[in-house]
C-alpha cells in the first residue's frame, strides 16, 4: 500500500508532541501504519521536538513560548536533519489477518470486521460511532458504491482515513490507505468510486457544516 494523501506536518508535529485527541491519535496511528513516508516524518518532529525541548528552560513554558516552539519545529522539518536522525528502519508492516481491523482501532470497534454490528444512517449509509474519551467523535463510515455525500465543511479539523474502497471529491481521488486531514476552511462533497463500499474512519473536533436545508434537518439524528 502506498498512499498518496498524508498527514498535515502541523498534525504530525502535534501527534511528536502528543497533543492530539485520543481519536484524533487513533485515525493517525492507523495509517502511520501503512505509511512510511509519514512515519518518517513523524520520526524527524520527534527529533527536532526532542533537540528544541532540550534548549528550553526548566520552567513550563509560557503560551506564547508554546507557539514558537511549534512554530520552530515546523521550520526545522523542512531543513536537512542529521544522518542519524534519517536512519529510521522501514521494516515490513507486521502482517495482519484479513478479518482484523488495523491494530489502532480495535480498542474503540474491537478486532474484528465480521463482528462490526453496523447503523443505517441514510441509504446506502452506515455508521458505528466510537465511545468518547475525549470531546471529539470518532466514528466508522460505510458508503454504497457511487453514493454522494451532502456539500458540507467543517466546523473544526476531521482526520479521515480510507479503509477500503475510494471516494472522490475536489481534492483529488482518496483510495484505501490514504488520508484527508481537513480544517474548516475544506467544503467538499465526496462521491464513492464504483465497485465495492468506501470504508473509513474519522475523528472530528467539531460537527460538519451542511450547505444544503435537509442534510442539516437530518443533522441532529445522525449526531455528526
Given at each position: 500500500?502506498?498512499?498518496?494523501h498524508?498527514?498535515?506536518?502541523?498534525?504530525l508535529?502535534?501527534?511528536?508532541?502528543g497533543a492530539?485527541?485520543?481519536?484524533m491519535?487513533?485515525?493517525?496511528?492507523?495509517?502511520?501504519?501503512d505509511?512510511?513516508?509519514?512515519?518518517?516524518?513523524?520520526?524527524?518532529a520527534?527529533?527536532?521536538?526532542?533537540?528544541?525541548?532540550?534548549?528550553q528552560?526548566?520552567?513550563?513554558?509560557?503560551?506564547?513560548?508554546?507557539?514558537?516552539?511549534?512554530?520552530?519545529?515546523?521550520?526545522?522539518?523542512?531543513?536537512?536533519?542529521?544522518?542519524?536522525?534519517?536512519?529510521?528502519?522501514?521494516?515490513?508492516?507486521?502482517?495482519?489477518?484479513?478479518?482484523?481491523?488495523?491494530?489502532?482501532?480495535?480498542?474503540?470497534?474491537?478486532?474484528?470486521?465480521?463482528?462490526?454490528?453496523?447503523?443505517w444512517?441514510a441509504?446506502?449509509?452506515?455508521?458505528?460511532?466510537?465511545?468518547?474519551?475525549?470531546?471529539?467523535?470518532?466514528?466508522l463510515?460505510?458508503?454504497?458504491?457511487?453514493?454522494?455525500?451532502?456539500?458540507h465543511?467543517?466546523?473544526?479539523?476531521?482526520?479521515?482515513q480510507?479503509?477500503?474502497?475510494?471516494?472522490?471529491?475536489?481534492?483529488?481521488?482518496?483510495?484505501?490507505?490514504?488520508?484527508?486531514?481537513?480544517d474548516?476552511?475544506?467544503?467538499?462533497?465526496?462521491?464513492?468510486?464504483?465497485?465495492?463500499?468506501?470504508?473509513?474512519v474519522?475523528?472530528?473536533?467539531?460537527?460538519?457544516?451542511?450547505?444544503?436545508?435537509?442534510?442539516r434537518?437530518?443533522?441532529?439524528?445522525?449526531?455528526?
Amino acid at each position: 500500500m502506498s498512499p498518496r494523501h498524508h498527514l498535515d506536518p502541523a498534525t504530525l508535529v502535534s501527534h511528536a508532541a502528543g497533543a492530539l485527541s485520543p481519536e484524533m491519535a487513533a485515525v493517525a496511528d492507523t495509517h502511520l501504519e501503512d505509511c512510511a513516508h509519514c512515519r518518517r516524518q513523524l520520526a524527524d518532529a520527534e527529533h527536532v521536538g526532542g533537540v528544541l525541548l532540550s534548549q528550553q528552560q526548566p520552567a513550563a513554558p509560557e503560551p506564547q513560548q508554546a507557539t514558537r516552539l511549534r512554530e520552530d519545529m515546523l521550520a526545522r522539518l523542512s531543513q536537512p536533519l542529521p544522518a542519524a536522525a534519517k536512519d529510521l528502519s522501514e521494516t515490513a508492516d507486521a502482517p495482519r489477518s484479513l478479518d482484523a481491523l488495523p491494530r489502532p482501532l480495535q480498542p474503540y470497534f474491537g478486532k474484528s470486521w465480521k463482528a462490526l454490528r453496523w447503523r443505517w444512517m441514510a441509504p446506502g449509509m452506515h455508521m458505528i460511532r466510537a465511545p468518547r474519551s475525549s470531546g471529539d467523535t470518532l466514528i466508522l463510515l460505510r458508503i454504497a458504491p457511487g453514493k454522494s455525500m451532502p456539500v458540507h465543511s467543517h466546523g473544526g479539523s476531521e482526520l479521515t482515513q480510507i479503509l477500503k474502497g475510494a471516494y472522490d471529491d475536489e481534492l483529488g481521488h482518496f483510495g484505501p490507505g490514504d488520508m484527508a486531514d481537513l480544517d474548516s476552511d475544506v467544503e467538499h462533497q465526496p462521491v464513492t468510486s464504483p465497485g465495492v463500499p468506501c470504508i473509513c474512519v474519522a475523528a472530528l473536533d467539531g460537527p460538519l457544516q451542511f450547505r444544503g436545508w435537509l442534510a442539516r434537518k437530518l443533522q441532529p439524528m445522525v449526531g455528526l
